[in-house]
């Protein structure tokens, strides 16, 4: 008798879990045709920032810039060239 009761209450359960997945999906369905995945970020996470040089324009990795008060330069003379510029107005 116990067994019984068991598969009574597991049956009840399942068919509970049915009826919900079926409300929700006759109801509110969030669009299925769209996919969601975060490609555009993938690909930049992976890989160096690339930044570009406020003298020149030269593109190199954030990580080999001289960072400055004008933004990043590709070398430190450039970086001086252009602060210098700056300061005298
Ligand atoms: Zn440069």
Not at 37 to 49: I, S
Request: hydrophobic share 35%; net charge positive.
């Amino acid at each position: 008798m116990k067994y019984l009761l068991l598969l009574l209450v597991v049956m009840g359960l399942v068919f509970l879990s049915g009826v919900r997945k079926g409300r929700a999906g006759t109801g509110s369905a969030p669009s299925p045709g769209e996919d969601a995945r975060p490609r555009g970020q993938a690909a930049g996470a992976g890989a160096a920032m690339m930044v570009s040089c406020a003298e020149c324009g030269t593109h190199l990795p954030e990580s080999e810039a001289f960072p400055g008060r004008g933004g990043h330069f590709c070398s430190a003379e450039h970086r001086q060239r252009h602060e210098a510029r700056q300061s005298h107005g």
